[in-house]
């Protein structure tokens, strides 16, 4: 094998290396949060998609027991989905980098 096969190998090791460290940098800064319909609830979640913070605001509290648990998950729901699609861009990009 000559000099420039191996220099050649090391190049495409060290890029697929960084695509990998991007990826795994990224997966580790997601965040995502959704605002139900009326505003009256924001859920954030992590990189996976679980709930990391919830913010009801006053009027969602005197909302139907049954409506507000609806909403909460609905919207809950919502930001879990929006990090799944970072995740999946995330993923998709690092794809196409070690091609």
Known sequence: MS???VS???DSVRGRLD???T???GLHGIRAAAHSPDGRIVARVDG???LANLR???AACRMDARELAASILTTA???AEAAAMQRV???DDLRSALR
């Open 19 to 21: 695509a990998l460290e």
């Open 3 to 5: 000099e420039q096969q």
């Open 89 to 91: 861009a995330l993923m």
């Open 8 to 10: 050649a190998i090391v």
């Open 48 to 50: 996976t998609g679980a």
């Open 56 to 58: 009801l605001e006053e």
């Open 77 to 79: 729901r919502a930001a």
């Open 23 to 25: 990826t795994l940098e």
